[in-house]
């Protein structure tokens, strides 16, 4: 008997009441397992089965029941989901919305109450909401960030948050107290509600404060219409200038300019055709040459030909300004039209073109359309830089930028097509075709890697046969000899040929995910779409009087032996002797579609189906 069961029942099991046992001997724990004469043994001593006596004579007559309950339920999700998360499912979908909340405002006798502008945004993937006010100038509060994203309670305290089916239009809504008008919400979230079967009401008009009507208010400013009397009345009688008479007409036309395109052809020895631009300004009726300057010219630089000031149509020329009393005629707007010619101190300049606002004022205040006048192109001058030879180091791209600039920078790559290509890998068994009869009987795996057109190449070996296997070409780009452009996708079809370097290949066979990417990728492999195929055998039927003989026809020279299955020999011959030029790829792919059995033998009865014949 153990020390504590001596104890009275009425002392508390509590630390400092219970004593270990001096007498005891034996403190090992119990296990479940235990190894003995060499075996695993399980206690069932704390073990509790319940007894099923209906189990027990069912086992007795031989008829046990069926011992699992129900059947399994399918699972809804495997490793590809087909009940998406909200998480996936709406990943970066935001739902927005325009509303306000009034705020009151107190000791300001202008306003008493304030619309305050919010734009609320309800994360779909995780249902958060944060709320930011747009910043208005000089509003005299702190605006930005309202709320900050997270999941609003209904009510303080509670774990029932807000969820998109809460918000509407039209309608308050109440963040930690504080009470928002939703007004209004964007095109996205309008079509989203009307997508889940819950369309929005129609949006209301967002209410005005006496702040906002202030404010445009103070911005809006209308002179009276008497201003510019009493300021002249009043300079006049303080003993000042008379007044401008072209103020009117500067107010009017000031930064309007009428812009042309000149050409001046110098006559002289050393001259050429010059190109400048004219600017008409309508404030003051000046003008300015500025000459268009053209990169290796060999001219140096002048940015104006005449600077800002009226031109005379016929200059006077004196000693002194001043000193004549005759008046020069300048000019003006109604002499500067295309096709007419400017002297601009003895330089006569030939009007071609002008710009957009120019023909706006000419047609809308004067009445008159201009028409640029077409000058002849000249001939640019041709600079041939040849460029140096291929040096053999890394591609050709990384030898052109040594050419292109004094710092080279490496060669721009297709990081798209990497990223989206880059594990689909086309291998072929392809053999070597060269004049040497013994090497024809080399075979070889042709590796095309999609995600930067990279071509490696291994030699396989045979036992006894002297032809040392392994790696034949490192990865790497390839040129095409017949086009001089890199090797893609498109130019690797079943019994094509393809050239690397010096060494010729034909391909023979691919690889069962080389089929299926080519089918999958018709519009690239064409030769590989049956389709495409079975429409071209039905343009050979051209050349017999009716679409029945041509079925006939093609039937018994392909299978002569009426044994409703022929091999792919036998397809290519009766090919051949019809007449019907079909690529090699094109036969592979009109075999595997038509192979029923799986024994490499095309079913005669699906090809007569599929080039419309009709069902015995």
Request: glycine share 6%; net charge neutral; proline share 6%.
């Amino acid at each position: 008997m153990s020390l504590n069961s001596q104890f009275p029942k009425q002392v508390p099991f509590l630390p400092g009441h219970v004593f270990s046992d001096p007498f005891k001997e034996n403190h090992h724990k119990t296990q479940q397992f235990s190894h003995i004469n060499g075996t695993v043994q399980e206690k069932t001593n704390f073990i509790h089965e319940e007894f099923d006596p209906n189990l027990m004579d069912s086992m007795k007559f031989n008829a046990p029941p069926n011992l699992t309950y129900g059947s399994r339920q399918p699972p809804e999700n495997d490793y590809i989901p087909r009940i998406q998360p909200p998480w996936l499912k709406y990943d970066r979908a935001v739902l927005r919305f325009y509303g306000y909340f009034q705020e009151s405002v107190v000791e300001n006798p202008n306003e008493n109450f304030r619309i305050r502008k919010v734009i609320i945004y309800y994360y779909l993937s995780d249902g958060t909401i944060h709320v930011t006010e747009p910043r208005v100038p000089n509003a005299g509060i702190p605006q930005g960030l309202f709320i900050k994203r997270q999941k609003i309670p209904k009510k303080l305290g509670k774990y029932d948050f807000y969820q998109w089916e809460d918000i509407q239009l039209c309608s308050n809504i109440n963040f930690y107290e504080r009470v928002f008008r939703i007004q209004d919400c964007d095109t996205y979230t309008r079509e989203f509600y009307e997508y889940m079967g819950k369309p929005l009401s129609l949006p209301e008009q967002m209410p005005r404060d006496n702040f906002e009507n202030i404010r445009e208010t103070k911005e809006l400013k209308i002179n009276p219409p008497d201003t510019k009397e009493y300021k002249e009345y009043f300079e006049v009688k303080l003993g000042g200038g008379h007044p401008n008479g072209g103020l009117n007409k500067y107010l009017q036309n000031d930064r309007k300019v009428l812009s042309f395109d000149i050409i001046w052809d110098d006559a002289s020895i050393e001259g050429q055709l010059n190109y400048y631009t004219l600017n008409f300004y309508l404030a003051d009726d000046t003008c300015e040459v500025k000459e268009v300057r053209k990169q290796n010219s060999g001219k140096d630089p002048y940015p104006l030909m005449l600077r800002r000031q009226k031109i005379p149509k016929t200059p006077i020329l004196t000693h002194y300004p001043g000193m004549t009393l005759k008046k020069e005629e300048f000019y003006s707007p109604q002499d500067l039209i295309c096709g007419n010619t400017v002297k601009i101190y003895g330089r006569e300049c030939f009007i071609y073109g002008c710009d957009d606002f120019t023909k706006e004022y000419y047609l809308n205040v004067l009445g008159i359309q201009q028409k640029p006048a077409t000058l002849k192109q000249e001939r640019g001058k041709k600079f041939y830089q040849p460029v140096p030879p291929y040096n053999g180091y890394g591609y050709e791209e990384d030898s052109l930028g040594s050419v292109y600039s004094l710092q080279p920078k490496p060669p721009k790559k297709d990081v798209r097509k990497n990223f989206t290509q880059d594990q689909f890998i086309l291998r072929f068994e392809a053999r070597q075709i060269s004049e040497v009869r013994e090497e024809n009987s080399r075979r070889f795996i042709i590796s095309f890697y999609c995600g930067d057109d990279t071509i490696q190449v291994y030699q396989t070996s045979e036992r006894n046969s002297g032809i040392w296997g392994g790696k034949f070409q490192e990865r790497s780009r390839q040129k095409n000899p017949l086009t001089n452009d890199y090797y893609t996708e498109k130019d690797f079809q079943l019994g094509g040929i393809v050239q690397f370097n010096v060494y010729k290949f034909q391909l023979m066979r691919a690889d069962e995910f080389t089929i299926n990417y080519m089918k999958q990728k018709s519009d690239v492999f064409k030769e590989a779409d049956v389709s495409q195929i079975i429409a071209k055998l039905r343009l050979f039927a051209d050349g017999y009087p009716n679409f029945d003989s041509f079925l006939l026809d093609l039937m018994k020279k392909l299978d002569k032996q009426l044994k409703g299955y022929i091999d792919f020999e036998e397809l290519s011959q009766g090919l051949q002797e019809l007449g019907f030029n079909l690529t090699l790829q094109e036969q592979y792919f009109l075999m595997r579609e038509f192979d029923r059995n799986g024994e490499w033998k095309l079913c005669m009865q699906s090809l007569w189906e599929a080039l419309g014949g009709k069902r015995a």
